[in-house]
């Protein structure tokens, strides 16, 4: 990708939580390319403004499976996170929305979502002894379940190509799919999240 991009029109594929802010994630309309909108060089989350958009309603949090045209002043990768882009100070516009029916053409279809398990040994990524090609992965999965553990930690367990995996989920809407799952059509957008105490954690960060 043209790492001088301007402006990009995404499908936003995940808006969820991260230090009580907002961690956005899309892929471009075109290209089906993944960008993570970022607020500074480091991947910071962005804010509740600075993660809205304008329609001809007026200004509104942004939401998974809108298509939103976003301005960047230039890529900020990091080894953990390469697709990182650093916004600029242009309102996001909505320009209409997908339906969950057309998830299925922007699906990845990694062999495994960075192993097994639930996190990455960051150390491992910084010394290059596991490339990340991308943080970022939108995948059909199997047995799909969500609930919340003994801790009253949200989670989310499911298979995918044959392999088991039981992870965090920071999905904003995670309350109101756990009390019905019967609408849910197994598609998940899965983050590699930053560094905490020497790992990358693997998040749901979006449930359809």
Known sequence: MNHNITSRTLVVLANSV???????????????????????AHGAELTQQQASVTNPYGVYQVKPLQKVKMGFEQAVPLKNQPENYLINNV????????????LHQFLDTPASLWGVGDRVDYQAIVRGQITIGNSLQLIKVEDLLLYIDDYERRRASFSYNGIEYNLAVTDPSFNRYVNDQSDLIGILCISLGEEFHGNCYKLVAAIY
């Open 91 to 102: 309102r996001w516009t909505q320009q209409y929305k997908i339906s969950p029916a057309d």
């Open 18 to 40: 991260k230090h009580h802010q907002c961690c956005v994630a899309g892929k471009c309309l075109d290209t089906k390319e993944w960008i993570r909108p970022v607020a500074n």
